[in-house]
């Protein structure tokens, strides 16, 4: 893949998710997920507001969209505001692969809770948080997202992460439970 198929790698997490995949920031997160697993490397991310974020997704999945590669439907949510659903309207079968296990299970965890735990791992990872006994990333991502972290949502995202390990990948996720 090249720089030019940056569309039909964003696609792929959609189709790798069992063809459907909700929420951009889901998306944005089983991305950035996939590539500490080593199963992912056509993205760069940096911290933003919800946590890992890349640019080049955002325009990617855009882009997929303008082609037909995948669909977005736009939702309400209860409190007023709006997510998306991404579908890939012609589904092929997929072979099992060590992607899409991984893929599946982290979009299968609550949107919450994998924002808390893929912003965790960042700040492991690209900040520093918790190694060399500097900090803890757990920590830090609640003093950054209070109002996320409350309601065992922080417990349930160690939780997801720690279960999101077990699935066998190239590279281990960070042992930051």
Not at 43 to 67: C, M, Q, T, V, W
Not at 145 to 168: D, S
């Amino acid at each position: 893949m090249s720089a030019y198929d940056l569309h039909e790698r964003a696609a792929s997490l959609v189709l790798d998710a069992g063809g459907e995949l909700v929420g951009r920031t889901r998306l944005q997160k089983v991305a950035y997920l996939s590539s500490l697993a080593g199963l992912l490397d056509d993205f760069e991310f940096e911290y933003r507001h919800y946590g890992p974020f890349s640019e080049e997704l955002a325009d990617a999945i855009k882009l997929a969209i303008g082609l037909r590669l995948v669909q977005e439907e736009e939702r309400r949510t209860d409190w007023g505001g709006w997510y998306s659903v991404f579908t890939i309207p012609q589904r092929k079968s997929l072979a099992p692969s060590a992607r899409a296990s991984f893929v599946s299970a982290a979009a299968g965890i609550g949107a919450i809770e994998l924002e808390l735990a893929a912003t965790a791992a960042f700040l492991f990872i690209v900040e520093g948080f918790g190694r060399n006994g500097q900090g803890d990333p757990w920590e830090e991502t609640k003093h950054r997202k209070p109002e996320k972290a409350g309601e065992g949502r922080l417990e349930r995202a160690k939780a997801a992460y720690r279960k999101l390990r077990e699935v066998p990948t190239p590279n281990p996720l960070p042992a930051i439970v």
